[in-house]
Nanobody
Framework: QVQLVESGGGLVQAGGSLRLSCAAS????????MGWYRQAPGKQRELVAT???????NYADSVKGRFTISRDNAKNTVYLQMNSLKPEDTAVYYC???????????WGRGTQVTVSS
């Protein structure tokens, strides 16, 4: 069974850092675009950052200069390094990936990030 599993969330003070990881497991043949999204309480899920198979990256304006997305193709894993965290970054962070040519992306179950002021 193909799945995405996130890790690395937690509680951190404002100004701190966290690194999220998301590993694809199961029968993985191809991995194309990967990304991170987040959903804060009472808000819609929003894009945080994406990375293509060619390592082209895209960021939401709210995280540019603070977050960095990267991937390790040998491990089928995508990372999100989050620095200078703010209370407004508090959300459940979800991993997303285009796997095995599926017409629909796969989603992880999410990991909670809480930034205290």
């Amino acid at each position: 069974q193909v799945q995405l599993v996130e890790s690395g969330g937690g509680l951190v003070q404002a100004g701190g850092s966290l690194r999220l990881s998301c590993a694809a497991s199961g029968m993985i043949v191809t991995v194309d675009g990967m990304g991170w999204y987040r959903q804060a309480p009472g808000k819609q899920r929003e894009l945080v950052a994406t990375i293509t198979s060619g390592d082209t990256t895209n960021y939401a304006d709210s995280v540019k200069g603070r977050f960095t997305i990267s991937r390790d193709n040998a491990k089928n894993t995508v990372y999100l390094q989050m620095n200078s965290l703010k209370p407004e970054d508090t959300a459940v962070y979800y991993c997303n990936a285009d796997l095995n040519g599926s017409p629909y992306p796969y989603w992880g179950r999410g990991t909670q990030v809480t930034v205290s002021s």
